[in-house]
């Protein structure tokens, strides 16, 4: 089932054990049952610290549970874990194994002090390139805490249990049978939500205390990163406050054109990106949301102030906020948001299996989406408002020789349709005859662009039509002091690339701004 290379690899991999490690699988006599055992044999031949039994009684199946022989496993794979959980499983043999998780030794405290029980289970596919991080984070979760379990389930496998809790977007983490959250989450947000009180206390207490900087920096994806990096080169304090270090970046799938690396993927240049801000005398503060800008005036420091209270105070502050998927804004969008309406083809492609579905959008997102979407589902429409796709020539022609889709020009969407549970249509203004036309399907992929994430900033900032920050060559916004690259400012091309050269550049713009204004 694993190829030569992927057994040699694994096998290297599984000399780092240092105690045994037990699989539990609970099988049946469907073919998957017999595909999972097979793999799990691999795996169990390939070290003698891996022992493998079939008297699992476990109700999903097929599944195996990960752990040592003197506890049972609370790490549990409804699935067979390939394609992007692949990973997930590795990891799980490591660290059930006795090799250690490279996580800061606070969050384990934190997790070693949860209280349950708490029984996790994640939806997956095999496709989504954002649940191996939930998946991981829980299974570290359960390791170290015997109050806590982690089921990775996937959804192509086991469909009933998708259309029973009408679960149309993945990573979908259920907490003790009650919905917790949809989409990627990394370990300190899955603490921190669980944990909720205790870890608001924590940021707040550590940022109550936190001494002014000469370079903020907001936002953690590519420009915010790179930002950070170019200030403390320069020996400056610097600090990094994110919602989510990695932005939108996190949500990429594959990246094909950020020059010297031929092909990577968003989670892992995040994780890159991350990394390489820690490397230096950086002060990460994630999981912060900023809601308020209140320029440096009078001699007096300029203000970050964050939903948690806390207010950051520095010299110069970059903002490096990045953009979010715009919304089509139409009555029902939001209602059934991860109940149909998805942003995601890859992560929920796989769960509109055999179904009818919508792309929202013409452009190269838009097509590619399609183009995706048909080798899974039954039927794909696409709708654009343009008369004409936006899309790549070459993408527009592999488009159109494909059997099971359909491509609507001047098409206005103009309703969301439901039945309270799930996505059953959306209605369109045909705008050549300007009359209402109605589609039954079961989910909607919007691909519209972006939009900045720059609410916060309206009343403090000069932006522009589109709400991007105005800025000059140095990165200067309309605010002596006040920095800002990215997608999130008014230089064209939303690229990653372009996004970490505006980054260095408005750093090294806040840097001579500080030796100019001592």
Known sequence: MLDANIKNQLQNYLTRLVQPVELIASLDDSAKSREMFELLQEIAALSPLVTLKSDGQDVRRPSFRVGRPEAPGRIVFAGIPLGHEFTSLVLALLQTGGHPAKVDAALLEQIGELTGPLNFEVFISLSCHNCPDVVQALNLMALNNPSVTSVMIDGALFQDEVEARQIMGVPAVYLNGQPF?????????????????????????????????????VGGGPAGSAAAIYAARKGIRTGVVAERFGGQVLDTLAIENFISVSRTEGPKLGVALEQHVKDYDVDVINLQRAKKLVPAQDGRLAEVHLESGAVLKSRAVILATGARWREMNVPGEAEYKNRGVAFCPHCDGPLFKGKRVAVIGGGNSGVEAAIDLAGIVSHVTLLEFADTLRADAVLQAKLASLPNVTIIKSAQTREVLGDGQKVTGLVYRDRTTDRDRTIELEGIFVQIGLLPNTDWLKDTLTLSARGEIEVDARGQTSAPGIFAAGDATTVPFKQIVIAMGEGAKASLGAFDYLIRHP
């Open 181 to 217: 959250g949809n989409g990627r989450m990394g370990l300190e947000e899955i603490l921190a939500k669980v944990d909720n009180d205790a870890s608001a206390e924590r940021a707040r207490a550590r940022l109550q205390d936190a001494e002014p900087f000469e370079v903020l920096v």
